[in-house]
Nanobody, 126 residues
Framework: VQLQASGGGLVQAGGSLRLSCAAS????????VGWFRQAPGKEREFVAA????????YYSDSVKGRFTISKDNTKSTVYLQMNSLKPEDAAVYYC????????????????????WGQGTQVTVSS
């Protein structure tokens, strides 16, 4: 499956953005989807994930309570609602699909994901 991430941009600290990850085929309900981010000079880090069913979600400690991941299988799209943005949230955000679903710690590991979108830039001004 091909993934297309969008919705990034420039926002002031405390503001909000909603990222979208659209799948090329109407099969998003068969995949787990994760969001990762990478800032310049830093390693790619896990942000959030949602299981194939959509019933379970996972968040990194740094975004828990501020970000919300959701999916709309009818639109084959996964969303990442980001509120109360901080300058340290600035990065390129990537969405990825895990064809075999994910559970627990496995959702946090980028090597478990099979297909990646191209990334969307999020910039947060202080």
């Amino acid at each position: 499956v091909q993934l297309q991430a969008s919705g990034g941009g420039l926002v002031q600290a405390g503001g909000s953005l909603r990222l979208s990850c659209a799948a090329s085929a109407r099969t998003l309900g068969t995949y787990a989807v994760g969001w990762f981010r990478q800032a310049p000079g830093k390693e790619r880090e896990f942000v959030a994930a949602i299981t194939r069913s959509g019933y379970r979600t996972y968040y990194s400690d740094s975004v828990k309570g501020r970000f919300t991941i959701s999916k709309d299988n009818t639109k084959s799209t996964v969303y990442l609602q980001m509120n109360s943005l901080k300058p340290e949230d600035a990065a390129v955000y990537y969405c990825a699909a895990d064809y075999g679903d994910c559970s627990g710690y496995g959702c946090y590991v980028y090597r478990n994901y099979d297909s990646w979108g191209q990334g969307t830039q999020v910039t947060v001004s202080s």
